[in-house]
């Protein structure tokens, strides 16, 4: 996450605390709205090495408490470009950007819903994708998915 939006959580925190559950408060309240991680990038805190803080659940159901404060109204910032591309990681190196998915437990219900209606990863993650990396990389990505189930040969 970003400087800009790891200060916009720390603003707005107090919008989003409602939909929050006890435990994401208590993790906040101690690490802080956003945290370093092990390559001192900001993220968000987790829940006893879990879930994001942020993770609010409706029955079996988990959702993300900046999103739905965000979908209610009650904030203008829908979540941070990283949240909103997770499963996907984009990482920037020398010379290039490496845009990787994260194969999680926790992801196996949206990957068995996936594979039974056809919907790919990168089909499902439209809008953060293009956010990420603009319309017509995302454009070039879905050209090349296609190609690649076609079992046809990429040209440069």
Known sequence: MSISESQT???LFDKIKPYLRPEGIASIDENGTSVSDFENELVTPLIGNEECAYTSKEGKI?????????????????????????????KQYS?????????????????????????????????????????????????AAEELRKGKTLKK
């Open 9 to 11: 959580l720390n603003d």
């Open 62 to 90: 988990f959702y993300c408490g900046i999103e739905k404060a965000w979908s209610d109204g009650k904030i203008s910032f829908r979540k941070p470009l990283s949240c909103h591309l997770f499963p996907i990681r984009i």
């Open 95 to 143: 010379g290039f950007r490496a845009v990787n998915y994260e194969e999680l437990a926790i992801c196996s219900p949206a990957r068995y819903l996936g594979s039974t209606k056809g919907v790919f990863v990168y089909q499902f993650l439209k809008e953060p994708l293009i956010r990420a990396l603009g319309e017509k990389l995302y454009t070039e990505l879905c050209i």
